[in-house]
């Protein structure tokens, strides 16, 4: 079982950053593929960004290309992902979760075997 806890969130105006941290423990991490995905209300959870085991290989979606930042830290068992030039539209819950690296699809959610909790991110114009 791998535990996942996101923090870092909280309530930023437009054009500032936040920079959430997703902590795992119950295993290493550096056998599994990190996404972070999200969720406004009344929609879907979407992708925003992934990251291969070494930290190698990233895939972000188009609406944060170039704002968003995920790196991880396997020695410390921790994802981030920075958040610059943050805009009202990235408001949502915030997720973290892990795969194993051999599982292809890491922008589809069912793909994902442990999930955090959420932080939420509230962006204000």
């Known amino acids: 079982q791998v535990r996942l806890v996101e923090s870092g969130g909280g309530l930023v105006q437009a054009g500032g950053s936040l920079r959430l941290s997703c902590a795992a423990s119950?295993?290493?991490?550096?056998?599994?593929?990190m996404g972070w995905f999200r969720q406004a209300p009344g929609k879907e959870r979407e992708f925003v960004v992934g990251?291969?085991?070494?930290?190698?290989?990233?895939n972000y979606a188009d609406s944060v290309k170039g704002r968003f930042t995920i790196s991880r830290d396997n020695a410390k068992n921790t994802v981030f992902l920075q958040m610059d030039n943050l805009k009202p539209e990235d408001t949502a819950v915030y997720y973290c979760?892990?795969?194993?690296?051999?599982?292809?699809?890491?922008?589809?959610?069912?793909?994902?075997?442990?999930w955090g909790q959420g932080t939420q991110v509230t962006v204000s114009s």
């Open positions: 979760a892990a795969k194993w690296e051999s599982i292809p699809g890491v922008g589809l959610r069912d793909r994902y075997s442990y």
């Open positions: 119950g295993r290493t991490l550096s056998s599994y593929a």
């Open positions: 990251i291969g085991w070494s930290g190698g290989n990233t």
